[in-house]
């Protein structure tokens, strides 16, 4: 049952970092807005009262990192499905990134996706355009035009742009328009076939390397070119003990940069592999314990500015061919708060305020949008949880893809549901029907 209208949320934990609150709360909302944040609001006549009793309230999370495959590889994902699996995931904005087919590179295309997001889309649908016209790496896209027409971002991911002068000017042009550069840091000539993390994992099933150098080069090269241009350059996926080192010495250097981890690289190492598996393969790969711990410490000390998934659905005939057949990429979206709340704070000691801040609050800030606050006068997105154990099924997942190495792990933190503009979008099967 999907609500909409004026609803009351009674009896949840609210825990917001914008405005500090963490305490046992009601919250009034109607026509997309939170109305009211208070103890015992009495409901009135044509109200919908939702109890909370037990489950803690946050503000909607946002993912500066998702693949959708819309428009070139729907069997793998859509628009519809990702962003269905996005709300399953307690986030209510995310942005896709341009490595589609064709790729995200130009005003057409943007206002295209936005058009489309309103009329398919579960959650807010946050353009990023590509850096280069369709990802070749030999001509920029038309920086102002993508901005204009929506873009919150600028990235090449799946690649990095390897021509340093071309990307300099980039970044030129993003510090006029005020818009972020996300960067996928990877030496492509350095990768030689690898599929691993390179140590004895890799060694063991005898598959080629990914060495912590392919990341480290171009992660140092982008921020050296941050303090350089002055734009605001946006690390993806840091994976290395080295990466978190440059970015700690480029922020105590003034430079404009953040990054972001995923749940998958300070939860697992490529120790936990257990076999030839292609679900534990992604890119970058899963790394040595000693880079996993030095992610963790990132986040907690706030080098790493936020988490998210890299959500990278693939069909399970395409994981199912080891390291060596299986493309890069692991779901990620609806196993992201418990992997971070299980793995930071119930075993990391990581405050659970600090994680609602790496997984809302700081995102949209990076690039400047309206969410991560739960506040009367601003838009109704969040999330309503529950802390308790649950089994992570890979077979009840929303997205299209089931790729996940997280299928059968207990974890703690399970989403029960998820507005977007005061309108619930998701609902746990374990939650009470209401009348």
Known sequence: ????????????????????????????????????????????????????????????????HVHFRDPGQTYKETLESGSRAAAAGGFTAVCPMPNTVPATDSLEKISLLL?????????????????????????????????????????????????????????RKAKEEDIPVLAHCEEKSLVRGGVINAGKKAEELGLPGITDAVEDIVAARDLILAGETGAHVHLCHCSTKASVAFLMMAKQLGYPVSAEACPHHFALCDEDIPFNDGNYKMNPPLRSREDMMAIREGLKRGIIDCIATDHAPHSEEEKANGFGGSPFGITGLETAFAVSYTTLCLNGGMKLMDLIRLMSLNPSKIIKWRGGSVTPGKPADLCVCSLAEFTVDKNALVSKGHNTPFHGKKLHGKVMRTFVGGKQVYQSPECEVLF
């Open 1 to 64: 049952m999907l609500f909409e209208g004026r609803i009351v949320l009674k009896g949840g934990h609210l825990v917001d970092p914008a405005s500090g609150i963490d305490e046992i709360t009601d919250i009034r909302m109607d026509e997309g807005i939170i109305l009211a944040i208070q103890k015992d609001i009495h409901p009135t006549a044509g109200e919908t009262v939702i109890p909370c009793d037990g489950q803690y309230i946050f503000p909607g999370f946002v993912d500066l």
């Open 115 to 171: 058009k489309r997001s309103q009329e398919e889309a579960a959650v807010n649908i946050l353009p990023v355009s590509a850096v280069t016209l369709n990802q070749e790496g030999r001509e920029s896209v038309n920086v102002s035009a993508v901005k204009l027409a929506g873009a919150v971002a600028l990235s090449e991911d799946g690649k990095s742009v390897m021509d340093a002068d071309l990307y300099e000017k980039v970044l």
